[in-house]
């Protein structure tokens, strides 16, 4: 990653948190621990950050704490092939007039270019996937309630009486920041509230994964493997991983990226 895309991630993660630590923004920028802690030092001598024990903190703190875990414009750029395809496949699992849910996340996102000529009822907290549903489609769409997180473009409640209990989806499509043997992992707890609600909706959970999120690990487990009905991801998927889903009886989708020339007219034409 070059330095100012780590720079930028780096003060869009202060300004989400009181203190970021070093390891946080290792995990966030996939940098080593020395290039991080020269980024901080760099950045506190111009002023654009404050260097604190471990970690760094804004130069003026927010009023308003974010989710932890890369922002969207940041992971929109990873895997973008493999995101597409895998999309590709998610939406190829939908019938036309079917309630589903679309949990807010950049793989999932890539369902809207391929939604553009469905006639679904969909429900999803994210901004982005709603308003491109609203803009290039005829697709019914339904908004949860809450708070908008600008980083991640996610609108999250924590609280029970908001619309999340009154939608019922055959099947519920969302990402993961990363898939193991105890099940599926997320970054954030308020993280873990929401999308649980909206698991408990849905009859079927699919999982929209690239291969490099059965090597990301969380210390918060949302699900286990036992609860996923399927599992879409790329080719690099190890061996060990697809029996791994084998063994816990989540079928596994195996979807083809095209070449990268191909990519770009499918998404230009979307």
Do not use: W
């Amino acid at each position: 990653m070059h330095e100012k895309e780590r720079h930028r991630i780096i003060l869009s993660a202060v300004q989400e948190k009181p203190v970021v630590t070093v390891p946080e923004l290792v995990e966030l920028t996939g940098s080593s621990e020395a290039t991080i802690r020269r980024d901080v030092a760099a950045l506190h001598v111009q002023k654009r950050l404050r260097r604190v024990r471990g970690g760094a903190e804004a130069i003026n703190p927010p009023q308003f704490v974010g989710l932890a875990g890369r922002p969207f414009s940041v992971n929109e750029g990873l895997h973008a092939r493999e995101k597409q395809a895998i999309a590709r496949e998610a939406v190829a699992l939908c019938q036309d007039g079917e309630p589903i849910i679309i949990n807010g996340g950049t793989t999932t996102f890539q369902m809207v270019h391929f939604l553009s000529n469905r006639r679904m009822q969909v429900f999803t907290n994210s901004f982005p996937i709603a308003e491109h549903l609203l803009k290039h489609s005829k697709n019914t769409v339904m908004l949860s309630g809450g708070t908008i997180y600008r980083e991640q473009n996610i609108i999250l409640s924590p609280f029970d009486n908001d619309v999340t209990r009154n939608f019922y989806a055959r099947r519920m499509f969302m990402g993961a920041q990363g898939l193991g043997p105890l099940g599926l992992m997320e970054a954030d707890p308020l993280l873990i509230q929401a999308e649980q609600k909206l698991i408990d909706q849905a009859d079927e959970l699919v999982v929209l994964a690239d291969s490099s999120k059965f090597h990301k690990r969380s210390s918060l487990i949302l699900c286990g493997l036992k609860r996923i009905t399927t599992v879409i991801t790329d080719s690099g998927i190890e061996d060990r991983h697809a029996s791994m889903l084998e063994s816990a009886g989540v079928n596994l989708v195996i979807a083809n990226a095209k070449p990268k020339a191909d990519a770009e007219t499918a998404s230009t034409s979307a």
